[in-house]
């Protein structure tokens, strides 16, 4: 009987570890599923992410101009500048740059920040693309698009002359700009009352 009761201990001891490897197994199986899935999902969420870009930068204006000769338009705008005692803000980047485009869009569209611009800069968008990469222009001022990436900011005085190079990524919060970080640059760029 006792011979007859281990045996039997012993078999059902077996079942159980038995069970329990189908059980590591199944419990395997769903892990690797899931994790398959959740790769899916991750893939489908930085498509999405992907055409909501795409879409965003389709929708917003397109203020650079490959086509225009550069060194003649800030010749021209410096003599506005010079008659209307504006400084020059160049906002470099190209139509290509989301947060370029994000940029420009968002001072436009803050009427706050648009009247600060309006009231104090010409304002002019310097192109850089496979298109026209101003190489001499952009060599003038330092070329700040190889130190900071786009959009950059090249502000100039009245007469032409570059009194400040702005790193746009200082100016950024979360997917977009931070109003208080970028009315503070325009004012402590504008031209100094006399």
Known sequence: MNK????????LVLVSIVACGQ??????ISEVKNTQTAVVDSAKIKEEAKKAA??????????????????AKIAELTAQAKKENKNIMIQAGGNWC???LRFNNYVQTTPELKKLVDDNYIYYHLNY??????????????????????????????????I?????????????????????????WKPKAM
Not at 54 to 71: D, M, Q, S
Not at 145 to 161: E, N, Q
Not at 166 to 185: H, R, T, W
């Open 4 to 11: 007859m009761i281990r045996t039997l201990g012993v078999s």
């Open 23 to 28: 059980k590591s197994k199944e419990t395997k």
């Open 98 to 100: 989301i947060w370029c």
């Open 129 to 162: 693309s496979p298109d026209n990469k101003n190489e001499k222009v952009f060599a003038k001022y330092g070329n700040p698009g190889d130190k900071y990436g786009y959009p950059v900011f090249i502000v100039l005085d009245k007469d032409g002359k570059q």
């Open 54 to 71: 795409i879409a965003e930068k389709n929708a917003l204006p397109k203020p650079y101009h490959p086509e225009e000769n550069a060194e």
């Open 164 to 188: 400040h190079t702005q790193d746009s990524s200082v100016l950024e919060e979360g997917k977009g700009y931070s109003l208080d970080k970028v009315k503070k640059f325009f004012e402590d």
